[in-house]
């Protein structure tokens, strides 16, 4: 849930950079549009924000466990359980100040700029409204990985194999089956 809830603000903001005003007004009062390396820093931003949203996904796949194999250096290594519970706690933290300061100064006056309407305004904060919920649906998810790792854990290893060998007279091959099966 965590990038479809970024994605309206990041859409907005790629409008945005393409050069459409989305309803923002200069200071002359007249449509607003964004061109140059104004546009290429909000596109960038907006990419940026969703890739970092799509790594929540490692709080609740295999890859929160272990670092992807494609990756140089440390691809196929085991994650600490510890690091990611700390890191994504200050994230959650961090997301839930700036969002809860960059709303409250929205809606006490300090809008990004005027709006052509409040038709735009509504779909502003309509896109923007669900950051709020980032920071909590981080902390969330956060909190399962923490009960599925464990708090103490250290670093998940390969789960070891084990040879259970069936008795001699029944004729069964070995097997391999996992430690304490």
């Avoid at 965590?2 to 790629?14: A, D, E, F, K, Q």
């Avoid at 956060?142 to 854990?153: C, H, I």
């Amino acid at each position: 849930m965590i990038p479809l809830m970024v994605l309206p603000s990041g859409l907005w903001r790629l409008a945005v950079a393409l050069g459409f005003s989305m309803g923002m007004l200069n200071d002359a009062g007249e449509l607003a549009v964004v061109r140059g390396w104004p546009a290429v820093y909000i596109a960038a931003i907006s990419l940026l924000s969703e890739a970092v949203a799509l790594t929540a996904f490692g709080l609740v796949q295999p890859l929160g466990e272990e670092v992807p194999r494609w990756l140089p250096f440390f691809g196929g290594r085991a994650v600490r359980p510890k690091v990611v519970i700390v890191a994504a706690t200050v994230g959650s933290v961090a997301l839930m100040l700036i969002w809860t300061v960059g709303f409250w100064n929205v809606w006490t006056g300090g809008r990004p700029g005027p709006m052509a309407s409040p038709f735009w305004a509504a779909v502003f904060t309509i896109c923007y409204a669900p950051l709020n919920l980032w920071g909590p649906a981080l902390l969330t998810l956060t909190w399962a990985y923490r009960r599925r790792t464990g708090p103490n854990d250290p670093a998940p290893t390969k789960r070891s194999q084990t040879r259970c060998v069936a008795p001699a007279d029944h004729g069964h091959e070995p097997s391999t089956l996992p430690k304490g099966t």
